[in-house]
């Protein structure tokens, strides 16, 4: 079995932790920032009543890998249009992701409404109240989200782990061991539960992460404006001589917490020596040929054909214009003619590869992949049938266009 990590990475003083604990409420009860969701959990306060967990697991979803500036806007219309699960089982994946349509990471909404549906028709309406059931039974919850609405929504005394409180808590107790491996989140989440405030659970884990979020960021940390530096090793390591240090720092035998001999403190980096993380795998790069065919429509307005991705897999269920993706290192004349085969399917006419204008190209960066769109146009002259053995199609103006559930890649297109 691995060595357990020393005292100084763990929270092993009562006394202490209970100080901590005290002083980040404290702060956050002065400094919150007066978010929609908080305001729902405040009218909450004493009934928790039905709307309240919904409130929670909504905006927890759509805080992931997504900024709160970018929430904010989603999330009122959300919870104005569905404000209860049984609302939101009854809508359909098209109004879901309509509406989610420019936020990212699109299975997200799906799950929601999967998961909405699966409350409605198998548990009676009632969410699950422990983080434990949470994550077992409703798809698309994993062990954050569900320690997230447990503390917030029911007063689970159980802690969070995200990329903020990772931040924080390997400051506050100088981890420098590879933050995102398996044995290091395990022990950040055994802390988490540990320091995690028995009477103020959900207000507790909304502190930490707020702190991360607001004072304790990635780069240039306020650190003289955080209300638990008295606690944070890393703090008290940068006001010490440099030598004293790097001896201490460089971990002591085969300590699982602490960072590897061959990374030595770096002076120039202070508190943000830690979280350390494994290199990120670059994304890999792609090419896709993309056709905006244009007709005339009835009202003499352009419409523009759009087309229905797959149920699953990336940008699951939203519409696109016609889209081929390309074999790198592809000659232009060579892409032409394979975009004007594919566009024969959709045209039920041949199309001439040199009649599709090269309008220029459109870089998209999603969380693994480097997207290159090589846009081109066609205007068609009379109407055009649609077959309806293909994929969902549809001929859309341009507001009906940007109405759509589509993607931030197809707007920028």
């Not at 959990?41 to 500036?69: C, Y």
């Not at 494994?278 to 523009?304: N, S």
């Not at 009906?400 to 297109?413: D, G, L, N, P």
Request: glycine share 6%; charged share 20%.
């Amino acid at each position: 079995a691995p060595a357990p990590p020393p005292a100084r990475h763990l929270f092993s003083d009562a006394a202490e932790a209970a100080a901590l604990r005290g002083n980040l409420l404290a702060w956050y009860d002065r400094c919150k920032r007066d978010l929609p969701w908080r305001a729902l959990v405040r009218g909450h306060i004493g009934k928790r009543g039905p709307a309240l967990p919904p409130a929670v697991w909504v905006s927890e979803i759509m805080l992931q890998q997504t900024q709160v500036a970018t929430v904010i806007d989603y999330y009122n219309r959300w919870m104005q249009k569905w404000p209860t699960l049984q609302a939101l089982a009854q809508a359909s994946l098209e109004e879901v992701n309509e509406l989610w349509a420019g936020l990212g990471y699109y299975s997200r909404g799906k799950r929601l409404q999967e998961a909405a549906r699966k409350v409605v028709s198998e548990l009676a309406g009632q969410m699950p109240r422990r983080a434990e059931d949470l994550q077992k039974l409703l798809p698309g919850v994993g062990r954050y989200t569900a320690g997230a609405i447990a503390s917030i929504a029911f007063g689970q005394a159980t802690g969070v782990v995200d990329g903020n409180v990772i931040r924080v808590l390997c400051r506050l107790r100088c981890i420098g061991a590879d933050s995102s491996s398996p044995a290091v989140l395990d022990r950040l989440w055994d802390m988490a539960n540990v320091l995690v405030d028995r009477s103020r659970p959900g207000d507790f884990n909304q502190a930490l992460m707020e702190l991360g979020a607001t004072v304790c960021v990635p780069k240039a940390p306020l650190c003289r404006e955080c209300p638990v530096k008295q606690h944070c090793q890393a703090w008290r390591r940068v006001s010490v001589a440099q030598t004293t240090v790097t001896l201490v720092f460089a971990g002591v035998g085969d300590c699982p917490l602490c960072p590897p001999a061959t990374e030595p403190w770096d002076s120039s980096l202070g508190v943000t020596n830690f979280p350390r993380k494994a290199a990120k795998k670059p994304p890999r790069a792609m090419r896709t040929a993309t056709c905006v065919l244009e007709r005339r429509g009835y009202h003499g307005a352009p419409e523009y054909l759009v087309v229905q991705r797959p149920s699953s897999g990336l940008l699951a269920g939203l519409w696109e214009f016609p889209s081929l993706p390309l074999a790198q290192d592809l000659q232009e004349e060579k892409e032409r003619e394979e975009l004007a085969d594919h566009l024969q399917a959709w045209t039920g006419r041949p199309v001439a590869a040199k009649g599709l204008r090269f309008m220029g190209e459109v870089i998209h960066i999603f969380s693994h992949i480097h997207q290159t769109y090589v846009v081109y146009s066609l205007h068609l002259d009379g109407d055009v049938t649609l077959d309806p053995a293909l994929s969902p199609s549809r001929w859309v103006t341009e507001d009906e266009f940007h109405a759509s559930a589509v993607s931030t890649a197809m707007k920028k297109v």
